[in-house]
């Protein structure tokens, strides 16, 4: 089974973001005990008096807040980008994301439009690896948000009924939400999901260019990444030069 950890980053409901975010991790059942590991012994250099109550948040740790709060500068962006550094090194990590405008979308939610591309493109890995033998079910394990009620009945709606692009055949259930302080694999998706915000909303590519290269792709073309943007607002991100060759 796959493993996807979702996180948000960005908020419907606060007029000065343009863009919401979800994204996450997916990978092997066997691998989220590696990687937590790899996390611990990090937040063990940073905070050695409470490594275990050190969380991994992308916004908290750039802006000095809650346990980052007294954590040297340079000391914190090098962690968030060590952090990040651990998922681009390894080839078992596949990245997904949807950064959605939200005029793009309006009258529509954008967590739920951002939420119905990343089920389908996550049903699409899936469906490859069984094309290639390697028949896998997938689970979604997200963050706890007000989002809840709403994704999981979208989810549950998608496998019965279908989306806007057919029906997704490869999710196991409907997805588990769990507090992101209760597994360093949601962490890793908030960090994913803040970098990702910041380069779609702000054009800042420092930590999003650390793991652009493990977003789902296949034979050159990227599928674990999409930008839902107005028609008639220009833009040079990843996704849309892609769209456009």
């Not at 980053?9 to 973001?17: E, H, Q, R, T």
């Not at 739920?112 to 033998?133: M, P, S, T, V």
């Not at 990444?225 to 060759?245: D, F, G, I, M, Y």
């Amino acid at each position: 089974m796959y493993l996807l950890y979702l996180d948000d980053s960005g908020s419907a409901d606060n007029p000065a973001d343009r863009h919401v975010v979800l994204a996450g991790v997916a990978l092997f059942e066997r691998q989220p005990h590696w990687f937590s590991e790899r996390l611990d012994a990090l937040a063990q250099r940073v905070w050695p008096d409470n490594p275990a109550g050190l969380e991994f948040r992308g916004g908290d740790i750039l802006s000095g807040r809650k346990h980052w709060r007294g954590v040297p500068r340079q000391v914190r962006h090098d962690a968030y980008a060590e952090a990040l550094g651990i998922l681009a090194g390894s080839g078992q990590v596949h990245l997904f994301g949807a950064a959605v405008h939200r005029a793009a979308v309006s009258p529509d939610d954008p967590m739920e439009r951002a939420f119905e591309q990343i089920c389908n493109r996550f049903d699409k890995f899936l469906a490859r690896l069984h094309r290639r033998g390697n028949t896998q079910r997938g689970l979604i394990i997200a963050d706890e948000s007000t989002y809840e009620t709403s994704l999981q009945g979208l989810a549950r709606d998608f496998r019965t009924v279908g989306h806007r692009w057919g029906q997704l055949y490869n999710l196991a259930d409907v997805p588990l939400f769990v507090n992101s302080r209760a597994t360093r694999m949601v962490q890793y998706a908030d960090m994913v999901a803040y970098a990702t915000r910041r380069y779609f909303e702000k054009g800042d590519a420092t930590y999003f260019d650390i793991v652009s290269h493990r977003f789902d792709a296949e034979g050159g073309v990227v599928h674990g990444l999409t930008h839902l943007r107005p028609a008639a607002e220009p833009c040079n991100c990843v996704c849309c030069r892609q769209k456009r060759s």
